[in-house]
């Protein structure tokens, strides 16, 4: 037991520098003061990581919701991100309670690689104007069509300190025993405010408002905007996206240890306990985060108790050392984001997908492009319909088999799934058949049939006096008894 305890505890400081300043750059990238990455971190160790689910994977503030964290602050205010923090933990909570968990795992991968290559793209558009010390656009399109035009209005020093920042990023891991004594997100927001104090460079820093100024936390006549239309689609896309972040990482975990697997149902109880917290005290929303998660077992961690020591060690720097955030560089932050944004995207799957699965390629694509061109909650539905629309095409197989019979006539097999999406497929294929013999439409190869098939096989039976059979060579009940005459 005491070895566990000591490799829980060296776990918990490697998760703690790791997250220490992907917490802070998460919030300034929301546009929200820095103390409140830091608070959702805390509750992330205290609150989730003491709560049953998953063993081994560490909550905070993600990059994959600061698009829609900063949209939400943009049109609803930071006085009423608490409200919605909390209503969306509520409502993780509840899916929870109703066993809804296990089914975020049914949802398409190309829809998530796409929402979070379309997050990544944005992120990346929009922290690209920070390293240069600019405002971005509001818009996604307005972010990545302001780049053509970036170089003229950005501060070269800020721009040399996010890019030396990116740099670091990307060399630092390739040494791997480096890597595992100092976090490379660690180093290089280190190195980058060494660099600004010594040599006194003049580009943005942090801002530093104290914990109990920035903890807001929200109030009744908040609560009551829980009625407005777009206050609930942004709730809903908060618990879902969330929920959904929480549980694919999950998944991603349990494949790094052999330790016990996640239960989904109470880790989303978890997640949402964690986000309601956050929202009473009017803190980012956090979800379970691969990197920091991917830290911890890889730091050895056996236990929850590394996880929540993170959060005390994140509590302990904010109560004690508050000030340290104001000398980090704004540029710094900017390029620990961009590089994140990066990993967002996902650029090695893109080329399997085309050669193997163009359809599956489609749907990432697409969902990316709705979430830059319009928002996240939007893109999100647009991916999951063309999903659904892609499987209903992928499955309405149907084609018909003919036997002749000699002077009998012949037999037509209409096989597979018969659906109105390939009704003119069906058509044509009916339509083939010779018109001055006789014809009996066996149907019993049928999986499925909608009424619009059905009504078409109907009407191109009357309309040529052939006989139609389900199976076994019953006859067809008509479209109103379709299933039967399918099933039996």
Not at 27 to 47: C, D, K, N, W, Y
Not at 288 to 317: C, D, E
Not at 353 to 380: K, Q
């Amino acid at each position: 037991m005491r070895v566990v305890r000591k490799v829980d505890l060296s776990a918990s400081l490697v998760v703690f520098l790791v997250a220490l300043p992907l917490c802070v750059g998460v919030a300034v990238a929301s546009g929200v003061p820095a103390e409140l990455g830091l608070v959702t971190g805390i509750v992330g160790g205290l609150v989730a990581g003491v709560l049953p689910g998953s063993s081994l994977q560490v909550s905070g503030p993600a990059a994959g919701l600061t698009v829609l964290v900063y949209e939400a602050v943009q049109t609803y205010g930071l006085r009423a991100l608490g409200m919605l923090v909390f209503a969306a933990g509520v409502v993780q909570v509840g899916l929870g309670v109703l066993r809804l968990g296990r089914w975020f795992r049914a949802v398409s991968v190309a829809v998530v690689q796409g929402m979070l290559a379309g997050i990544g793209l944005v992120l990346i558009a929009g922290q690209l104007y920070a390293m240069g010390d600019l405002a971005a656009p509001a818009s996604g399109i307005g972010k990545i069509a302001g780049l053509f035009t970036l170089g003229g209005g950005a501060d070269p020093v800020a721009l040399a300190v996010g890019g030396g920042t990116v740099l670091v990023l990307v060399l630092w891991p390739r040494w791997r025993r480096g890597a595992r004594g100092v976090p490379a997100p660690l180093l290089a927001v280190g190195l980058a405010s060494a660099a600004t104090g010594l040599l006194d460079l003049s580009v943005r820093r942090v801002g530093v408002r104290g914990l109990l100024d920035a903890v807001r936390p929200p109030a009744l006549a908040d609560l009551g905007r829980l009625t407005e239309v777009g206050v609930i689609g942004t709730v809903l896309a908060f618990a879902l996206i969330a929920s959904a972040e929480s549980l694919f990482s999950a998944a991603a975990v349990d494949r790094l240890h052999r330790g016990p697997r996640t239960d989904y149902d109470k880790e989303l109880i978890a997640q949402g306990a964690g986000n309601a917290v956050c929202g009473v005290l009017g803190a980012l929303p956090m979800t379970a985060v691969i990197v920091r998660s991917a830290a911890n077992v890889q730091a050895g961690a056996r236990t929850k108790a590394s996880r929540v020591l993170h959060g005390v060690w994140l509590l302990v720097f904010t109560a004690l050392l508050p000030g340290v955030l104001g000398v980090i560089p704004v540029a710094a932050l900017a390029g620990l984001l961009v590089h994140a944004g990066c990993k967002l995207v996902p650029v090695r799957e893109l080329g399997v997908l085309w050669r193997e699965h163009r359809g599956e390629f489609v749907v990432l694509v697409v969902t990316a492009v709705a979430i830059v061109v319009g928002n996240l909650f939007e893109g999100v539905l647009v991916g999951l319909a063309l999903a659904v629309a892609k499987t209903a095409w992928d499955i309405s197989h149907v084609h018909v088999e003919t036997e002749d019979l000699g002077d009998a006539g012949m037999v037509a097999r209409v096989i597979g799934n018969a659906t109105f999406l390939r009704l003119p497929k069906l058509l044509d294929a009916l339509e083939a058949l010779p018109h001055d013999r006789d014809v009996r439409l066996e149907l019993g190869g049928l999986r499925h049939v909608d009424h619009a098939c059905a009504a078409a096989l109907e009407g191109w039976a009357a309309a040529r006096g052939h006989a139609l059979t389900g199976a076994g060579g019953h006859a067809w009940p008509g479209a109103g008894g379709l299933s039967r005459a399918v099933t039996r």
